[in-house]
């Protein structure tokens, strides 16, 4: 079954530990994004890629970094995680925006808390 | 400035009664339209979406919104709600490239 995955789903860190959250998708989709969101609120995109070695930063301002090598697996990296990066992080996934607006496809997200 | 605004934190809501969540949107150029749900510890569901054409669109589980260019709303609606439509659902649009603006959210809680 075609799905989006996130591992780990929870994860508690100490300050200046490196981290990766990952993110795979198993539709063959070309668009992945990384978003925000603290609980209960809006989304904010974070990072988003058009395929395999494209990465762009998103709207809103983040000391991660994203890596697009296969189609299919878009990981999230933060060099030293801050008790300020404590979210939900959500991975995401669409076809091609040729003619008809595609939806998101969204993992279950991964809940991080750095102490 | 292009917006979602979902002007309520919250909607309360008896089993079998019709729910609403609203939306109102402000874009420059044709909206693209879209309603997700969030349950608890999981990520984000397509509910529906409305591109163009009918100003009524069905979606999953019962759904349905109503896109009215006039009040810029996309208003969702259920006629009979259930217990487990309790949630938090978010109206986006979609602006252009990879830019998705979503709204704050709205938690519905359906009391049995």
């Known amino acids: 079954e075609a799905d989006i995955y996130q591992t780990p789903r929870y994860l508690v860190i100490g300050t200046g530990k490196k981290i990766t959250l990952e993110c795979s998708q198993t539709?063959?989709?070309?668009?992945m994004y990384w978003y925000q969101q603290d609980p209960g609120m809006e989304l904010h995109l974070i990072h988003y890629?058009?395929?395999?070695?494209?990465?762009e930063k998103g709207d809103l301002s983040s000391e991660s970094t994203v890596s697009r090598i296969r189609t299919e697996h878009f990981p999230l990296t933060l060099e030293s995680a801050r008790p300020s990066h404590t979210s939900q992080y959500l991975c995401?996934?669409?076809?091609?925006?040729?003619?008809?607006?595609?939806?998101?496809?969204f993992g279950p997200g991964t809940r991080l808390l750095v102490l | 400035a292009q917006s979602v605004a979902q002007p309520e934190d919250q909607v309360n809501v008896a089993e079998g009664n019709p729910l609403t969540v609203k939306c109102t949107y402000s874009v420059s150029g044709n909206p693209y339209l879209f309603w997700y749900v969030q349950y608890p510890n999981r990520g984000l569901q397509f509910l529906l979406k409305?591109?163009?054409?009918?100003?009524l669109v069905k979606g999953s589980y019962g759904f349905e919104a109503e896109f009215n260019k006039s009040q810029t709303s996309f208003h969702l609606k259920k006629p009979s709600a259930l217990v487990s439509d309790s949630a938090l659902y978010f109206c986006a649009v979609y602006t252009g490239g990879f830019k998705t603006i979503f709204g704050a959210g709205t938690r519905l809680f359906v009391k049995a």
């Open positions: 995401a996934s669409s076809e091609p925006t040729s003619g008809e607006i595609k939806t998101q496809y």
């Open positions: 409305y591109i163009t054409g009918d100003n």
């Open positions: 539709m063959g989709h070309d668009k």
């Open positions: 890629s058009y395929g395999v070695n494209s990465t």
